[in-house]
T-cell receptor, first 116, second 114 residues
Framework: ETGVTQSPTHLIKTRGQQVTLRCSSQ?????VSWYQQALGQGPQFIFQ???????GRGNFPPRFSGLQFPNYSSELNVNALELDDSALYLC???????????????FGPGTRLTVT | AQSVTQLGSHVSVSEGALVLLRCNYS??????LFWYVQYPNQGLQLLLK??????LVKGINGFEAEFKKSETSFHLTKPSAHMSDAAEYFC????????????FGSGTRLLVRP
């Protein structure tokens, strides 16, 4: 059974650029959640996708957008990068909607984004 | 609205000593509570969770936590610390809406002295 994978592992971008981060969910999981973890802080919820539809969003501006594909993999896109976007971006996959999406949530290793 | 407070950004214990990491939550409805561990340059790993039923929850690696509604607490303990326990620990509560997103505390870094 393959776990949650994320790519790339590290990324350096310049302020104003756009970035795409990718996540492959664990086999059998159809829900993907994205979190931003700034240095020294706990992860903050960005949004969640269930069966290719957005299913909840945190307090992040519209320049943070996402996609989920038919195979349940997912992308996080960030436009007009700002210095404060520098963080570890974590993807978590789970099976089902609602409570089960939090009950058994498996995290990937994250993508470290640095914006200069 | 749900929130989580972790007291102490750093906790240092000697190897073999008791580990106690504190977590208090705020929730207007019965919460679901979690503890996650994060090793350097890795993602989060679930240690244990409380949803309903028994208030003392046992997790992996010898950790356990007790849900105390009257104290709105969910402290994490381990009787005897190992060097391998050194990591960042996060307490989390679920937001009770369709996303059931996790709301995390700011984390506690556990240092284990030889």
């Amino acid at each position: 059974e393959t776990g949650v994978t994320q790519s790339p592992t590290h990324l350096i971008k310049t302020r104003g650029q756009q970035v795409t981060l990718r996540c492959s969910s664990q086999s059998g999981h159809n829900t993907v959640s994205w979190y931003q973890q700034a240095l020294g802080q706990g992860p903050q919820f960005i949004f969640q996708y269930y069966r290719e539809e957005e299913n909840g969003r945190g307090n992040f501006p519209p320049r943070f957008s996402g996609l989920q594909f038919p195979n349940y993999s997912s992308e996080l896109n960030v436009n007009a990068l700002e210095l404060d976007d520098s963080a570890l971006y974590l993807c978590a996959s789970s099976a089902g909607q609602g409570f089960s999406s939090a009950y058994e949530q498996y995290f990937g290793p994250g993508t470290r984004l640095t914006v200069t | 609205a749900q929130s989580v407070t972790q007291l102490g950004s750093h906790v240092s214990v000697s190897e073999g000593a008791l580990v106690l990491l504190r977590c208090n939550y705020s929730s207007s409805v019965p919460p679901y509570l979690f503890w996650y561990v994060q090793y350097p340059n890795q993602g989060l790993q679930l240690l244990l969770k409380y949803t309903t039923g028994a208030t003392l929850v046992k997790g992996i690696n010898g950790f356990e936590a007790e849900f105390k509604k009257s104290e709105t607490s969910f402290h994490l303990t381990k009787p005897s610390a190992h060097m391998s326990d050194a990591a960042e620990y996060f307490c989390a509560v679920t937001r009770m809406d369709s996303s059931y997103k996790l709301i995390f505390g700011s984390g506690t870094r556990l240092l284990v002295r030889p």
